[in-house]
T-cell receptor, first 114, second 117 residues
Framework: RKEVEQDPGPFNVPEGATVAFNCTYS??????FFWYRQDCRKEPKLLMS???SGNEDGRFTAQLNRASQYISLLIRDSKLSDSATYLC???????????????FGKGTKLSVKP | GAVVSQHPSWVICKSGTSVKIECRSL??????MFWYRQFPKQSLMLMAT?????????EQGVEKDKFLINHASLTLSTLTVTSAHPEDSSFYIC?????????????FGSGTQLSVL
């Protein structure tokens, strides 16, 4: 099975800090990329999709580098409520097919302290 | 509000019993639903793809006779863990795809924590 690897974490940062998460994927045919947020024993929730041109949503910025098969998530001005596990997710298309499986990274735990 | 409802949220059972978990799409029809399992500090792992009106597609290493999936309607898929054992204790999550104005979305149920004694 193709892998999605993330920074092991945990990241312990003070409020207001800027923190960056990295993720690499091994399947060069992957087409779609996402960052999900998961709180303890809860379902993952989509934080943002990641586009080739990079995209920003408020304090969150996602970048994709296809050549290096690398995805990043930058969180600026961290809030206490940002504490969670952040999952890098890759849509691994089946060969020749239009349906794909989502492959989840193990996640990086972020803890924002007062 | 939740668009995928999963029940129960948690269940404790004795070894050897069977447990059924339900996953419902509330405001859309889902021809395909997905079942995942997540062990502590591990990633979500796809167990099987549930197809309405046909057999589920299981991932390699997942026993289809142990994890029975039924997708009898466009809004309901069930996962039954048969003859559960302590090693089956895990967090089980379902998801369903829907196409919205801004593209394809994946919605997750709230998960079921299974503890087998």
């Amino acid at each position: 099975r193709k892998e999605v690897e993330q920074d092991p974490g945990p990241f312990n940062v003070p409020e207001g800090a800027t923190v960056a998460f990295n993720c690499t994927y091994s399947n060069s045919a992957s087409q779609s990329f996402f960052w999900y947020r998961q709180d303890c024993r809860k379902e993952p929730k989509l934080l943002m999709s990641v586009y080739s041109s990079g995209n920003e949503d408020g304090r969150f910025t996602a970048q994709l580098n296809r050549a290096s098969q690398y995805i990043s998530l930058l969180i600026r001005d961290s809030k206490l409520s940002d504490s969670a596990t952040y999952l890098c997710v890759v849509n691994e298309l089946n060969y020749g097919g239009s349906q794909g499986n989502l492959i989840f990274g193990k996640g990086t735990k972020l803890s924002v302290k007062p | 509000g939740a668009v995928v409802s999963q029940h129960p949220s948690w269940v404790i059972c004795k070894s050897g019993t069977s447990v059924k978990i339900e996953c419902r799409s509330l405001d859309f029809q889902a021809t395909t639903m997905f079942w995942y399992r997540q062990f502590p500090k591990q990633s979500l792992m796809l167990m099987a793809t549930s197809n309405e009106g046909s057999k589920a597609t299981y991932e390699q290493g997942v026993e289809k006779d142990k994890f029975l999936i039924n997708h009898a309607s466009l809004t309901l898929s069930t996962l039954t863990v048969t003859s559960a054992h302590p090693e089956d204790s895990s967090f089980y999550i379902c998801s369903a795809r829907d196409w919205r104005d801004d593209g394809e979305k994946l919605f997750f149920g709230s998960g079921t924590q299974l503890s087998v004694l």
